[in-house]
């Protein structure tokens, strides 16, 4: 059973935590701003993503406040400068950008009330953060209202006119290593998730290969209760059925397998499609 949500009906605080709680984890944008008058001005934004590469383009949102309608410094400051910086955040400065979010009166610089380090900027004038791994400098092409209301969002559209990215996170290729960089996501209410460890996987799709699909696959696998949904679709992304050369080969060099029962077979396709062995686990289960 699904319970039912009509936005139409649902205080704008109940729904704002079914929306958020469900759109996650998010990434963070940790925004450095300035006024017109150069005062810093540091947030964290989880309305984020990246949504262009050619151009550069990154898009949050700075949102009403439920409780009073008000909206925030960052959005002020980019009416006035339309610059920002969008840092990245870690582990290790979590806890940071938390006291950072705090609704500090204007002028006051989150910068000196987390601790972290405000350095100049190639391109733009708001300050980049020392200890995030990497710092974007971009220029605000176009600022879009989607309500007055308490909650409504204001979509900051972004273009990167230059990134800075820490060497301690690349691999060998210099390539962002997802293990190194060790990123935060933001979950519905307080709860964030650390991308690091078993958390991160590998998900290899072929580039230019079409499965051969969960449709074309035999019953009998399809309705395996001892095959989990990602059993299966592994199996269903497979390039193509296997040769009747593979599949004989393979009959040969495991020809005591051949008397298993269906339960022992699928059992051991199981353990072997945990162990990347998928084109394997479909010959056992077909032959
Ligand atoms: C992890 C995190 C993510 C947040 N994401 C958003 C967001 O996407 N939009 C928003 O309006 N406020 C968001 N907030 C709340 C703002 O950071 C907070 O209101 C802050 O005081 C705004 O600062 P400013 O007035 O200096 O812009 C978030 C807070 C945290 C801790």
Same mark, same amino acid.
């Given at each position: 059973?699904?319970? *039912?949500?009509?936005?139409?009906? /649902? ?20 925004? @450095? /701003? ?9 947030? %964290?934004? @989880? ?65 000196? =009330? ?65 293990? *190194? ?36 696959? %035999? ?22 059925? %296997? /040769? ?25 396709? =199981? ?17």
């Amino acid at each position: 059973m699904k319970i *039912k949500i009509d936005p139409a009906k /649902t205080k704008t605080a109940d729904l704002h935590q079914y929306l958020l709680g469900s759109v996650a984890p998010r990434p963070i944008a940790f925004v @450095s /701003t300035v006024d017109k008058e150069g005062n810093a001005n540091l947030a %964290p934004y @989880s309305f984020f993503n990246a949504f262009s590469s050619n151009p550069p383009m990154l898009v949050f949102s700075s949102n009403r406040k439920v409780a009073d309608n008000t909206t925030k410094d960052t959005l002020h400051n980019v009416r006035e400068t339309d610059e920002v910086v969008i840092n990245v955040v870690n582990h290790a400065i979590l806890r940071q950008m938390a006291l950072s979010s705090v609704s500090y009166e204007s002028g006051v610089s989150e910068f000196e =009330k987390s601790g972290l380090t405000p350095v100049p900027s190639d391109l733009v004038k708001p300050f980049r953060v020392k200890e995030s791994p990497v710092n974007m400098e971009c220029v605000v092409k176009d600022v879009i209202t989607l309500g007055y209301e308490g909650g409504a969002g204001h979509l900051i559209i972004c273009e990167v006119v230059r990134m800075h990215v820490s060497e301690d996170v690349l691999d060998e290729n210099k390539k962002i290593d997802p293990h *190194k960089i060790d990123l935060m996501g933001r979950m519905g209410r307080a709860f964030y998730t650390r991308a690091s460890g078993d958390s991160i996987m590998k998900v290899f799709q072929p580039v230019g290969e079409i499965p051969i699909g969960y449709d074309k696959l %035999p019953e009998h696998i399809k309705n395996s209760n001892i095959l989990s949904a990602n059993d299966i679709a592994r199996l269903a992304g497979l390039a193509a059925w %296997p /040769t009747d050369e593979k599949i004989k080969a393979w009959k040969d060099a495991n020809g005591e397998l051949k008397g298993k029962d269906e339960k022992g077979k699928m059992k051991l396709a =199981k353990e072997w499609i945990g162990v990347d062995q998928v084109e394997e686990a479909f010959i056992l289960l077909v032959c």
